[in-house]
C-alpha cells in the first residue's frame, strides 16, 4: 500500500484536527475525575480512632498558687518602702530596659530593672513616676516624689549689672592695604 504525497498531507490534517478535538475532551474528562474523587473524599469521614480507655480529668491549677510562686502578689495595694532611698526621676522604654534615677545618701545613680540596689532590694519594674522594689520577698513600692521648689528659677540680679570696658581699639578699623 502506498501512499501519495497528497493522501499523507490530507491524512495529517485529519489527525491534526482530531487531536485538537481529543486532547480537551480528554483533559476534561481528566478534571471531571479529580473532582469526583475531591467531593468523595469530603462526603465520607476520615476514619478516627476510638478508644474505649477514658483520660482521667486534670484537676486545674490554683492561680494564686501559681502567682505567689513566681513573686507575684494578690493584693492591689503595696506598701511604701523601707529603703532610705528616693527616686528622682523614671525613664520608662517601650522597647527595652527601663532605668530609674534613685538617689541615697552616697549620691544618684541610674539602675535598670533587676539590678540590684544598695539597701539590698532589687529593682522590679520601673513605672512612670514610681518604681516596684523586692525587698525580703514581697514587692515595695517607691514613689517620686514632687520637688519642693519650682521647676524654672528666675534669678534676680543682686547688685547692679557690670559692663565691660572694651578698649576702643578694637572697635577701630585696622590700618593697612586697601582691599
Known amino acids: 500500500m502506498k501512499f501519495s504525497s497528497?493522501?499523507?498531507?490530507?491524512?495529517?490534517v485529519v489527525l491534526g484536527k482530531s487531536l485538537l478535538l481529543v486532547i480537551p475532551v480528554a483533559y476534561s474528562a481528566f478534571l471531571v475525575w479529580q473532582e469526583?474523587?475531591?467531593?468523595?473524599?469530603?462526603?465520607?469521614?476520615?476514619?478516627?480512632?476510638?478508644?474505649n480507655s477514658t483520660v482521667p480529668g486534670r484537676e486545674e491549677l490554683d492561680a494564686t498558687a501559681v502567682a505567689t510562686v513566681l513573686g507575684f502578689t494578690t493584693d492591689a495595694t503595696r506598701q511604701a518602702s523601707t529603703e532610705s532611698l528616693a527616686l528622682q526621676a523614671s525613664f520608662v522604654?517601650?522597647?527595652?530596659?527601663?532605668?530609674?534615677?534613685?538617689?541615697?545618701?552616697?549620691?544618684?545613680?541610674?539602675?535598670?530593672?533587676?539590678?540590684?540596689l544598695p539597701g539590698g532590694s532589687v529593682l522590679r519594674r520601673v513605672e512612670p513616676g514610681q518604681v516596684v522594689?523586692?525587698?525580703?520577698?514581697?514587692?515595695?513600692?517607691l514613689k517620686l516624689q514632687p520637688s519642693a521648689g519650682r521647676f524654672l528659677r528666675r534669678f534676680e540680679l543682686q547688685e547692679a549689672p557690670h559692663t565691660a570696658r572694651v578698649p576702643a581699639r578694637f572697635l577701630r578699623p585696622i590700618s593697612g592695604p586697601a582691599e
Open 6 to 12: 497528497g493522501r499523507y498531507a490530507r491524512a495529517l
Open 36 to 51: 469526583w474523587r475531591f467531593r468523595q473524599s469530603v462526603i465520607t469521614p476520615a476514619p478516627a480512632a476510638v478508644s
Open 93 to 116: 522604654i517601650t522597647s527595652g530596659l527601663s532605668k530609674a534615677l534613685l538617689a541615697d545618701s552616697q549620691g544618684a545613680r541610674m539602675y535598670q530593672v533587676g539590678d540590684p
Open 133 to 141: 522594689l523586692w525587698n525580703k520577698g514581697r514587692e515595695e513600692l
